[in-house]
């Protein structure tokens, strides 16, 4: 929205109204925490162990997946609204590279039913990445070049419905591919969902799962490479000098239409890469299972401020958290933990468009 | 030759994706259904062992085939000769890897088919029957030659015929000379007296409107139902309208206005989770103004974010509400997941009115009622304001238009239709539930507004039409509708942003018309 900054600070009474919700917000909240911790706790410290494991886990996915939101905002300042469908396909794309080891057999002496995917279950869970990955950046490259590329330049709202069509089209045509069923996804015998390392916290045994620690593990890695993709390569750089001015970066020489296709290659594979782990970690995986994260991804990379990635993996890992805590603290039932997601969307997009953890953008970026 | 070679590649791989695309979602067996029922020979005895069904399959084939052709035949960009040779070469490659693609498909499925590997469950639409059927009953290998010979003749005839048909020079003569009587007839002085008569106007809507209130006399129950929903959509469709075409804020959350339309009226004159069984007429006006209050109340701290923002704030607002309904939180309140079951309709003088027919022709009257309100609306003060914030806010502002003010009545306003569109859904269905709030809801809303043409009445009820009467028509593609829907939005947007029918401020603002640019420098010539 561009408006004239008037020259003195004039305290505006909206400005009032939220600095009076947001102090009031934030006292209920103290007293909240105050109530579930020390003056009536409901959960022991074991509990909230877990909760606060569930939450970093599901926050690095998030994390992942809001990325790829804010490299493609910083670069066209559009939503791109299909992102969480890429990462269904992502998802697909592992769930059948485990079909198809487990379909291998390979027996052994000692266990006549040995299949290819418990044999090698670090190659199987390799695999099952890079061709997730795969999948799903190939579907970011060709979402790019089939709908959003031609409308270059076209009002704000058209790549933003053409988006919205795109999502429908890729959630029903994978509906109609694959059926409606919730699959699971069978991992090697070694990443069985629950079983993990066990903590002993508050008296009680707390299970760290392998499939989370592999989860956290993976996305760490990547968001390094990406980082390091960034700020030292030729690409990074030309990716960063597109997002801060189209038209000189291509006086400078850089194919922009390039960056572009590589910079939705690159929020595809960690799309994917955050698929696969959704399927390792939840195991259910169906036509629908991209748009709930994705939205909540993009609430993590609003959180962070959009078009920072620091901001985006740190927004995820917030958005986990308060997702897994947030109940808990609220004293609200596990149901609503969708409803605080989409709480904090509204409230941080009325309130604060910038990000909480970001820097302050500029007005034509927001 | 080299470029029309690669254009013809070119077009055999995209069409050879696309048609194994719709293999795999058992399209190509949908397709002989479809035209069986086109051609009322479902059971026309089998031919050289062939079943209609394979049959109709084939013909809907040799059609995706010889658009390939067609397509891997056309011009490159900037050539200005046709020549005979290219385009038939194009035509050919085309369909040779249409056909290969294919081919090998056929192949592939057939073989793991005769090994009995359980394909459909990874890809639910590949069935065994459907196997059969897409190599005509015989073997792999004859299936896959058949699909080879099918897809290079087809391609080479689909080059040939839009070389020889489309391009050749009798056609274009032919439509020189059309174009010219067209322009002669409506020189006739006769013609233009009609024409530029306002009875006449009057005179084609008034035959349109009898014939309107004529149709459910005749239609049955099925159809009757349908044609409310297709009217509650235009409804629903004109409210969204304001807010998206006039005043140009997305808003992806619409159904959230529904729903409170229609579990005001649940709520209110059904007897279960409240007791409170109040008549249709005093639930109604209800329904509308909570739902034009929860408009003012979402979109005084909304309305200030750009359009993209707005439209995922809107979004999450729709969920937060559709989640509410389905929590137990809200069971005690509203029903929960189980939805608010017999809700009353509407009586008149003490009698009920509650039959197919009877509702819509009040759906009818309601859909009158908000037609005649937009377009009063579109044409006034107000409604030149949004137009000219969606153009330009800063300028408009500037020009003396408040709009916050002029946004939070748009957004009231078409809160207001759909709380009365919720409202007379939930009082015809007699039961209201969450399952009837889903994001879908929103996104067939927002797909009427555009696919019809934005800012414009006729476009929406055309796109209330199209999307919600033909699905219905055409029965057999239900499970492709919503798929459809989705690349629908996508190639309005890359082809024609102004919608099947675009209002005629709108076609010069997109500029799509290509003859609005260059009218004035025709004049400057002259």
């Not at chain 1, 917000?25 to 409901?42: D, T």
């Not at chain 2, 005084?300 to 439209?311: E, K, M, Q, S």
């Not at chain 2, 729709?318 to 005690?332: F, H, K, N, Q, V």
Request: net charge positive; proline share 5%; aromatic share 10%.
């Amino acid at each position: 929205m561009p408006s004239a900054k008037s020259p003195a600070r004039r305290v505006s009474t909206y400005k009032i109204v939220q600095a009076i919700l947001g102090i009031l917000f934030a006292g209920y909240l103290l007293w909240r925490l105050y109530v579930v911790l020390i003056g009536n706790p409901e959960y022991g410290p074991d509990t909230w162990a877990r909760f606060i494991i569930s939450g970093i886990v599901l926050g690095s996915v998030y994390a992942l997946i809001a990325i790829g939101y804010t490299l493609v905002y910083g670069i066209l300042r559009m939503i791109n609204f299909a992102h969480g469908d890429i990462m269904m396909l992502g998802a697909f794309g592992g769930y059948f590279v485990f079909e198809a080891f487990k379909a291998i057999p390979v027996p052994t002496l000692a266990d006549p039913k040995m299949t290819f995917l418990d044999a090698n279950p670090i190659l199987s869970v390799v695999a099952a990445f890079i061709v997730g990955a795969s999948v799903a950046a190939l579907g970011g490259y060709f979402l790019e070049k089939i709908a959003y590329r031609p409308l270059r330049g076209a009002p704000r709202l058209v790549p933003l419905i053409s988006a919205i069509g795109a999502s429908i089209f890729l959630e029903n045509a994978a509906q109609l591919l694959f059926g409606t069923q919730r699959r699971d996804y069978s991992n090697p015998a070694i990443l069985t969902r629950g079983n993990g390392w066990n903590l002993a916290i508050g008296g009680t045994t707390v299970i760290l799962p392998y499939t989370g620690v592999l989860t956290v593990a993976v996305s760490v890695l990547l968001m390094l490479g990406l980082y390091l993709l960034v700020m030292r390569t030729r690409l990074g750089r030309s990716m960063r000098a597109v997002a801060e001015n189209k038209q000189v970066a291509a006086l400078m020489g850089i194919d922009v239409d390039g960056v572009i296709s590589r910079t939705f290659i690159i929020s595809g594979a960690l799309a994917g890469a955050g698929g696969v782990m959704w399927g390792i970690h939840l195991g259910i995986v169906y036509y629908y299972v991209g748009f709930l994260p994705g939205i909540k991804a993009f609430t993590a990379a609003v959180l962070g401020g959009i078009g920072s990635v620091p901001g985006a993996m740190l927004g995820g890992l917030f958005l986990g958290l308060v997702e897994s805590l947030g109940p808990g603290i609220l004293g609200m039932s596990y149901q609503l933990a969708d409803v605080i997601a989409f709480g904090i969307l509204v409230l941080v997009l009325i309130f604060r468009p910038t990000g909480i953890i970001g820097e302050v953008l500029t007005e034509e970026k927001v | 030759m080299k470029k029309q070679l690669r254009l013809g590649l070119n077009a055999g791989f995209t069409f050879g994706i696309v048609t194994i695309f719709l293999f795999l979602i058992g399209f190509t067996g949908t397709s002989g259904d479809l035209l069986a029922d086109l051609f009322s020979n479902k059971n026309a005895a089998p031919f050289f062992g062939l079943t209609p069904q394979m049959i109709n399959m084939i013909i809907f084939l040799a059609l995706v085939g010889l658009w390939a052709g067609s397509y891997g035949s056309r011009k490159s960009k900037g050539q200005t000769d046709d020549p005979w040779a290219p385009a038939l070469i194009g035509g050919l490659t085309a369909g040779l890897v249409h056909g290969v693609l294919v081919g090998l498909l056929a192949l592939l499925v057939g073989t793991l088919n005769l090994n009995n590997v359980p394909i459909n469950m990874y890809l639910a639409a590949v069935l065994p029957a459907a196997i059969k059927m897409f190599l005509l009953g015989g073997s792999p290998v004859q299936g896959a030659i058949f699909h080879l010979i099918l897809f290079t003749l087809t391609g080479f005839l689909g080059g040939l015929l839009s070389r020889g048909v489309a391009r050749g020079s009798w056609r274009v003569r032919a439509e020189a000379n059309w174009k010219n009587n067209w322009d002669g007839f409506n020189q006739k002085p006769f013609i233009k007296q009609v024409r530029g008569n306002p009875a006449t106007r009057y005179v084609v809507y008034g035959v349109l409107l009898v014939l309107v209130f004529l149709v459910p006399l005749v239609a049955g129950q099925y159809w009757n139902y349908t044609i409310g929903t297709v009217c509650i959509y235009v409804l629903l469709g004109l409210g969204l309208n304001i807010v998206v075409g006039l005043a140009g804020l997305l808003d992806l959350g619409y159904v959230a206005f529904f729903a409170i339309g229609a579990y005001t009226m649940a709520l209110l004159t059904a007897p279960a989770p409240q007791h409170l069984m109040w008549s249709f007429w005093i639930a109604l006006p209800i329904g509308v103004v909570l739902a034009a209050l929860t408009g003012l109340l979402l979109g005084a701290p909304v309305l200030r974010l750009r359009g993209d923002y707005l439209a995922i704030v809107t979004l999450g607002f729709g969920e937060i509400i559709r989640l509410l309904s389905t929590s137990d939180a809200m069971t005690s309140f509203s029903g929960g997941p189980k939805g608010v079951p017999s809700i009353a309709g509407p009586t008149i003088f003490g009698k009920p009115f509650n039959s197919g027919a009877d509702f819509v022709y009040l759906i009818f009257l309601a859909a009158i009622l908000i037609i005649f309100v937009t377009n009063r609306l579109q044409n006034s003060r107000v409604g030149r304001a949004w137009e000219a914030m969606r153009e330009d806010e800063t300028v408009s502002r500037a020009m003396g238009i408040n709009t916050l003010t002029q946004k939070l009545l748009a957004f009231a306003i078409g809160a207001a239709f759909a709380g009365l569109g919720g409202a007379l859904f939930a009082s015809r269905n007699q039961f209201t539930g969450p399952e009837d709030f889903t994001f879908m809801v929103s996104v067939n809303v927002v797909a009427v507004v555009i696919v019809g043409g934005m800012g414009n009445i006729p476009g929406v009820i055309a796109g209330a039409l199209v999307l919600k009467g033909l699905p219905e028509v055409l029965r057999e593609l239900q499970d492709y509708r919503v798929m459809v829907f989705g690349a629908l939005l996508v190639v309005m947007m890359l082809w024609r942003p102004a919608g099947i029918i675009p209002s005629s401020r709108r076609k010069m603002e997109v500029g799509t018309d290509a003859g609005v640019t260059e009218t004035p420098k025709e004049g400057s010539e002259k």
